[in-house]
């Protein structure tokens, strides 16, 4: 096995852990991103708003896995989270997220 199989069956298995446990999938890619295609269920909050929106996210009271187009906005998203006390992990980029959640 190499090691970008590696990597991709570990944030495989760990984007499935959280899912099993009700989590949320984040959408945090622009608008024009998010109407060219997205997760179906997915919440979408642009990177640009997260900090405004904030309080609606505590309000679901959930675990969220957090994607953009690549993964570098989503990160981003998930240290702004996780310093805020949620639980979420990076979904990484929309294709490589759609083929982990089917």
Same mark, same amino acid.
């Given at each position: 096995m190499?090691? #970008? !199989?590696? #990597?991709?069956? !570990?944030?495989? @298995?760990n984007v499935q852990?959280? #899912?099993k446990r009700d989590a949320l999938i984040l959408d945090v890619r622009t608008k024009t991103e998010w109407d060219a295609g997205?997760?179906?269920n997915a919440i979408h909050i642009p990177l640009a708003d997260l900090k405004?929106?904030?309080g609606e996210?505590?309000?679901?009271?959930?675990?969220f896995v957090v994607y953009c187009e690549s993964g570098g906005r989503s990160g981003k998203a998930v240290d702004?989270?996780?310093? !805020? !006390?949620?639980e979420a992990i990076n979904g990484g980029g929309y294709k490589? #997220? @759609?083929?982990?959640?089917?």
């Open positions: 190499g090691l #970008l !199989n590696f #990597l991709f069956d !570990n944030k495989k @298995s852990d959280f #899912l997205h997760i179906e405004m929106k904030i996210l505590k309000e679901y009271d959930r675990p702004y989270l996780t310093q !805020n !006390n949620f490589g #997220l @759609s083929k982990i959640i089917g």
